[in-house]
């Protein structure tokens, strides 16, 4: 039974340490007002911590792009190259950094940016995230005490 709870416990560590895809938007994907209201994206992301390997599925709901832009073009929702893909695909973005960094969306379509089609993450760079030896030994450390309990228990 405690090897099952020691394996258990492993598996759960082992995952907490793996990258996430997130599909931005969730159920409702990158789309433009009237499906959303400004800071529906910001709302979307505060609850969530990014870090690099993560990787953000803009889910086209519509005709959109989506650019990722300086915090000037963010503020301003600036017109950009942007990329675009047919509504009801999805185009990704893996996060590649090396410190924390803050990455800024935006959709250059119509008025959709001022709208509140517009994204800004934070993403905690690699030194943060646990690497798979460090998880190890914080596993193994947590299980000596399992197995001094039942040798002297």
Known sequence: MKALVSAGVMMLVFACAMATDYTVGDDRGWTGPPNITSGYYQSWAANKTFMSGDTLNFMFNGTH????????DYDN????QAQTAPSGSSLPFTFITGRNLTYYFICTVGSHCEGGQKLAVDVIGPAYRASPSSVMVATALAIIPLAAVSIFG
Not at 77 to 80: D, E, I, L, Y
């Open 77 to 80: 929702c600036s017109k950009v």
């Open 65 to 72: 792009d989506v650019a990722m832009v300086t915090k000037q």
